[in-house]
């Protein structure tokens, strides 16, 4: 099974932060704010690291991360984890991993 790393490469290549299952929900918008935030901070500060794995809107087929830990997806919108570079460069076989879990575990 594919490994996928849960590092400041893979996060800027990662497209769950524009993707439909989330829009909606309150949970991930405001992990997506912090996230802009401290993303900021960190590049004024000239620094580079990552939130914990739990406040992470994103990067969930990364074993760290896994299934989304907010519970206000909509799984009834479109995947759009086949635009995402990290699926394209990891060879991914699978979709949805905020609700499947991380790709170590399904592909
Ligand atoms: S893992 Fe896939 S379905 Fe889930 S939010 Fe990210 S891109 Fe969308």
Do not use: W
């Amino acid at each position: 099974m594919p490994i996928v790393d849960y590092n400041m490469d893979n996060a800027g290549k990662c497209q769950c932060a524009k993707c439909p299952v989330q829009a909606d929900s309150a949970c991930a918008q405001e992990k997506i704010q912090k996230m802009m935030q401290m993303k900021e901070q960190m590049q004024s500060m000239d620094g580079g690291g990552m939130p914990e794995p739990r406040m992470m809107p994103g990067l969930y087929c990364a074993e760290a991360v896994g299934k989304a830990s907010c519970d206000d997806l909509d799984f009834a919108q479109g995947c759009i984890c086949d635009t995402c570079l990290v699926h394209q460069e990891h060879n991914l076989k699978s979709y949805r991993y905020c609700r499947e879990g991380s790709a170590e575990q399904n592909g």
